[in-house]
Nanobody, 124 residues
Framework: QLQIVESGGGLVQPGGSLRLSCEVS????????IGWFRQAPGMERDGVAC????????MYGDSVKGRFTISRDYAKHTVDLQMNNLKPEDTAIYYC?????????????????WGQGVQVTVSS
């Protein structure tokens, strides 16, 4: 059974930084593409960033390009999301998801496995 646990959320002031971590308990994590998504109240779930199983395909949502960085550590079975220059509109629940095809996309429908999510609040 694949399990996904996110950590690192919290409250930060505008312009600040947070680092989210996604730990995936599965054999052969390097077969999975991993994505980060977010959902604000009353909004649809949006793709934030994704990274392919080999790490050679990375994509970002337009609103976070240049501010967020996704990376994966195969030894630790984690995929991190470094978020810099945070804005109030980044406030949302952030979810980590795994895609067994290995490619990784920004389309939530492509992901079969999801974590419970972690709250990120950007406010002064």
């Amino acid at each position: 059974q694949l399990q996904i646990v996110e950590s690192g959320g919290g409250l930060v002031q505008p312009g600040g930084s947070l680092r989210l971590s996604c730990e995936v308990s599965v054999f052969a994590l390097d077969n999975y593409g991993i994505g980060w998504f977010r959902q604000a109240p009353g909004m649809e779930r949006d793709g934030v960033a994704c990274i392919s199983s080999r790490g050679d395909n990375i994509m970002y949502g337009d609103s976070v390009k240049g501010r967020f960085t996704i990376s994966r550590d195969y030894a630790k079975h984690t995929v991190d999301l470094q978020m810099n220059n945070l804005k109030p509109e980044d406030t949302a629940i952030y979810y980590c998801a795994a895609d067994a095809t290995g490619w990784g996309t920004l389309n939530a429908d492509d992901f079969a496995f999801w974590g419970q999510g972690v709250q990120v609040t950007v406010s002064s």
